[in-house]
């Protein structure tokens, strides 16, 4: 699937176009929308996904970042990664054998809320 615009995706899901770019802008990454903003945005294959998903269900789909992973933690679950959208480095959950072959690589992430904080874990 290529990228496809915010319209058409709005036909296919049968919802309101204006609550779909709210959605979009709360749940995608920037690297997941590309285009001038308001009815010309346009939503690649992940992001695509995630708001099939978020559309029925808003408030379990996590929002999704994207990051660099700088080096890995004490912790063999964890790495330290810089999000750009947020710009800060924040310890991600990744399963153990992925751990020294991430290092220096652009990887997904979900930030994932609860009463606690906020916790950040990989994405395949």
């Known amino acids: 699937m290529p ?14 176009i204006n609550d779909l770019i709210i959605l979009a802008k709360s749940k995608l990454c920037s690297s997941m929308i590309t285009g001038k903003g308001g009815k010309a945005l346009w939503i690649n294959e ?23 992973v700088l080096r890995a933690a004490a912790n063999p679950r964890y790495v ?5 959208d947020l710009k800060i480095k924040v310890p991600v959950c990744i399963p153990r054998k992925l751990k020294k072959t991430v290092v220096g690589k652009n990887i997904k992430i979900e930030a994932i809320e609860d009463a606690i904080g906020v916790s950040y874990r990989y994405v395949k």
Do not use: C, M, N
Not at 46 to 68: C, F, M, N, T, W
Not at 80 to 84: E, L, S, V
């Open 80 to 84: 330290y990664a810089f999000i750009g």
């Open 3 to 16: 990228k496809v615009r915010i319209k058409a995706l709005a036909e296919e899901l049968q919802t309101d």
């Open 46 to 68: 992940d992001g695509q996904e995630i708001l099939r998903r978020a559309v029925d269900i808003p408030e379990v789909v996590p929002k999704h970042y994207s990051g660099k």
